[in-house]
């Protein structure tokens, strides 16, 4: 029992660096994305969508190209996100009042 719960708090902060990690990697992609380095960005954000299949991130993956003017990456990258969430739209709703 006195090991049990060391190893717990061990993988629980494990756990938590890794996605700390995710977020500062999708963090550096879209900061070069504006930045005007586009090339570097894709990297870093198929990189990202390899590991957290992210509907926003492929999205965004998927508009990157789209301004390459790669359709057909784009068009992968945009039907990877509407596969995980139908109807996605990165723009939220307004709410009705």
Do not use: H
Request: proline residues 6%.
């Amino acid at each position: 029992m006195k090991i049990i719960i060391p190893v717990l708090i061990i993988v629980l902060m494990l756990a938590v660096s890794f996605c700390w990690a995710d977020e500062a990697a999708l963090k550096e992609a879209y900061s070069l994305y504006y930045k005007g380095n586009k090339t570097a960005a894709i990297e870093k954000m198929e990189a990202y969508v390899n590991e957290t299949p992210d509907p926003a991130a492929l999205y965004f993956l998927g508009y990157a190209y789209y301004e390459k003017k790669d359709m057909d990456k784009a068009n992968e990258y945009f039907s990877k996100a509407f596969r995980l969430r139908d109807f996605y739209s990165p723009i939220p709703p307004k709410a009705t009042q």
